[in-house]
């Protein structure tokens, strides 16, 4: 049974969220997929490595398969990976392969999940991996579509595209969600009124997403990132490519944990163009469809 989920990209709001703040995140046209065959013992298949259950090599499938196994139990299964989102990213692959691993093993075993049931079991296997997490990736990539978060509000913005371009440095969520929680414990009064900010940011960026008001994108972007910056989830590599972005038209932020991975960015379409020819960049849309078996 083959089955698919969408990477995304967090257009406002992360590390805020995971404090209860708003978040502006939407699916986007790049999927996971996962191949789920019934077997004598557990293989997992991966551009990373060929494993058994291995929480250091494939900790994402692997708390997968140990939290299904309590829903339907496994004596053996075969999982081949192919994913399109590039990992270590921000561009949520892992939470990509989680839910995509998550409905294959359902069809294949017939346990009779609902789509709910894999949102939450895979909001789990985030939380087995990275300790700390808001829960947006899983939410994100099981049910497609633009979102603000955490009220589960839809949001207009289809046909937007979304300029990704990568900091060519991997990205390591946890490292740096525990980085922000480090300086909130340092500085709580301060960091929560950063988070204040940024959910100020995701609150009003509906509108201009929405008339596809590029002039107040901008701006929202480049608050937004000034913030991530004061929460030290970006570095000296980022903040020159930030600045060559914008020497080039482009307003740009980190999407995702930060530390490197991928930047998002807007301006005009000469501006995007030239990116494309110049930069390690590819542009992006947002995508409705969630989870699905492939046929
Ligand atoms: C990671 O894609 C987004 C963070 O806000 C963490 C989370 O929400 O779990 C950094």
């Known amino acids: 049974m083959i089955a698919s989920a969408p990477g995304k990209v967090i257009l406002f709001g992360e590390h805020a969220v995971v404090y209860g703040r708003h978040a502006v995140v939407t699916a986007i046209n790049r999927r996971c997929y996962a191949d789920v065959k019934k ?22 499938v692997s708390f997968a398969i140990k939290r299904f196994m309590s829903f339907s139990p496994i004596s053996g299964v075969e999982i081949k990976i192919r994913s399109k989102i590039p990992v270590s990213s921000g561009l949520g692959s892992s939470a990509a392969v989680t839910v995509s691993v998550l409905k294959a093993l359902d069809a294949e075993f017939e346990a009779g999940l609902t789509n709910e049931d894999i949102y939450e079991i895979a909001r789990k296997v985030e939380l087995d991996v990275q300790g700390r997490a808001s829960g947006t ?7 497609g579509g633009s979102w603000l978060i955490p009220e ?27 980085k922000v929680a480090k300086l909130r414990e340092r500085y709580p009064e301060i960091i929560e009124d950063i988070f204040d900010a940024i959910d100020s940011i995701s609150l009003r960026s509906i509108d201009s997403l ?18 991530l910056r004061s929460i030290s989830i970006s570095n000296e590599r980022i903040d020159e490519l930030i600045s060559r972005l914008s020497r080039d038209g482009i307003t740009a932020k980190i999407t995702g944990a930060g530390g490197g991975g991928c930047l998002i960015g807007f301006g005009s379409d000469e501006a995007i163009a030239s990116v494309l020819d110049n930069y390690p960049a590819f ?13």
């Open 39 to 60: 077997s004598s013992e557990i293989r997992i298949r991966s551009s990373i490595a060929t494993t058994e259950l291995d929480f250091d090599k494939h900790p994402y």
């Open 137 to 143: 990736d899983p939410f994100i990539s099981t049910y």
């Open 152 to 178: 589960r509000k839809k949001i207009g913005v289809d046909n937007l595209r979304i300029l990704i371009i990568d900091s060519q440095q991997s990205s390591v969520t946890s490292e740096m969600v525990s």
């Open 210 to 227: 929405e008339k596809k008001d590029f002039s107040k994108i901008s701006d929202m972007v480049f608050i937004n990132q000034c913030l």
């Open 283 to 295: 542009a992006v849309e947002p995508e409705l469809e969630g989870v699905k078996i492939e046929h």
